[in-house]
């Protein structure tokens, strides 16, 4: 399964933007985009058996559940830093969110999104 990656940051109104056109620092840009990448989880794929569906769908429950865990702890950790270290912290946290995407991969099939006819997943 591949995981949804942005290649585009997000602005302080959450629109794509690209890099450039923000008037956010670059740090702020990354770990911005992290909390979307590690929030934006594909929808499980409907299986022919209705309890494999449901388990997919629990899983991919939990895998939501267990990101935002993670981007709950790297909000709370960065609200409380020094200012002085923020570009630091911030280059942390968004390494702790990557590091929480890789922990806890999409490991079910996903469904196909019928406008991406170009074989992107959902």
């Not at 770990?31 to 594909?42: E, I, N, Q, S, Y």
């Not at 981007?71 to 609200?79: E, L, P, S, T, Y």
């Not at 912290?89 to 390494?95: C, F, G, I, P, S």
């Amino acid at each position: 399964m591949t995981e949804p990656r942005h290649d585009q940051a997000v602005d302080a109104a959450g629109k794509d933007t690209r890099q450039g056109e923000s008037t956010l620092s670059s740090d702020v840009l990354a770990f911005l985009t992290a909390v979307r990448d590690a929030l934006t989880v594909p929808r499980a794929a409907a299986a022919a058996d209705f309890a494999e569906t449901l388990e997919r769908r629990q899983r991919r429950d939990e895998l939501v559940a267990d990101r935002a865990t993670t981007v709950r702890i790297a909000a709370a950790v960065g609200v409380d830093s020094n200012p002085r270290y923020l570009a630091d912290t911030l280059a942390y946290l968004t390494k702790t969110i990557r590091d929480g995407i890789d922990a806890n991969p999409v490991d079910f099939e996903v469904r196909q999104d019928n406008a991406n006819a170009g074989g992107e997943q959902a």
